[in-house]
């Protein structure tokens, strides 16, 4: 089956610090896509960072940066110099194809509190 | 542009009813997603249509309907309302496909009673 695991369900920063959200996931495919979103309360959710994993290069934008495994199938998001507007659910997702048809499988979320 | 609006926000209906949601996308967008959060299940993909067609579907039973108009806009159905149905659905719309980035809608939040 092919799963997401978001091992943490919630974790804590102090603002300007650095944290970083754990994802796993199953495949046994070779190329394919993963994501992190970011659903702030009572906001709508958006994406965060995209990783193509063919691309052995580790995606970034801005503060936001992640470090791809493939072999180890892990996808953590690292978020530099955490904001008080970085708090939110983020979910690590995966473009999953099965059968010829295509899916996007989301982890259970992990929510993230910045302290002031 | 404006982004992705789906009607109504809130809904209350009672068990065995049915109900429709609707969902814009972002003017361009071909590709609309349906999603079901629920606190226990998490996310899950209902169903991606694409210029009119149902292109991929999640593991929902056929209580869960939908179709894309001509415009791109997108109606989700849902026959023979259970409990177990009260979610937030989410709509997104992106360029292409599920590998795009998807752009998402606030939600309708449905509750059966």
């Known amino acids: 089956a092919q799963t997401v695991t978001q091992s943490q369900p919630e974790m804590s920063v102090q603002e300007a610090e650095t944290v970083t959200l754990s994802c796993t996931y199953d495949t046994s495919e070779s190329d394919y896509y993963l994501f992190w979103y970011k659903q702030p309360p009572s906001r709508q959710m958006i994406l965060v960072i995209r990783?193509?994993?063919?691309?052995?290069q580790n995606a970034t934008e801005n503060r936001f940066s992640v470090n791809f495994q493939k072999a180890a199938k892990s996808f953590s998001l690292k978020i530099s110099d955490s904001q008080l507007g970085d708090a939110a659910m983020y979910f690590c997702?995966?473009?999953?194809?099965?059968?010829?048809?295509?899916?996007?499988?989301f982890g259970k979320g992990m929510k993230l509190t910045v302290n002031p | 542009k404006a982004g992705v609006t789906q009607t109504p926000r809130y809904l209350i209906k009672t068990r065995g009813q049915q109900v429709t949601l609707s969902c814009s996308p972002i003017s361009g967008h071909r590709s609309v997603s349906w999603y079901q959060q629920t606190p226990g299940q998490g996310l899950q993909f209902l169903f991606e249509?694409?210029?009119?067609?149902?292109?991929n579907k999640g593991n929902f039973p056929g209580r869960f309907s939908g179709r894309q108009f001509s415009n791109s806009r997108s109606e989700m159905n849902v026959s023979t309302l259970e409990l177990g149905d009260s979610a937030l659905y989410l709509c997104?719309?992106?360029?292409?496909?599920?590998?795009?980035?998807?752009?998402f809608g606030p939600g309708t939040r449905l509750t059966v009673l």
């Open positions: 997702a995966y473009k999953a194809t099965q059968g010829g048809s295509e899916k996007l499988v």
């Open positions: 990783q193509e994993a063919y691309k052995q």
């Open positions: 997104a719309s992106s360029l292409r496909g599920l590998y795009n980035e998807q752009f």
């Open positions: 249509y694409f210029s009119e067609t149902q292109r």
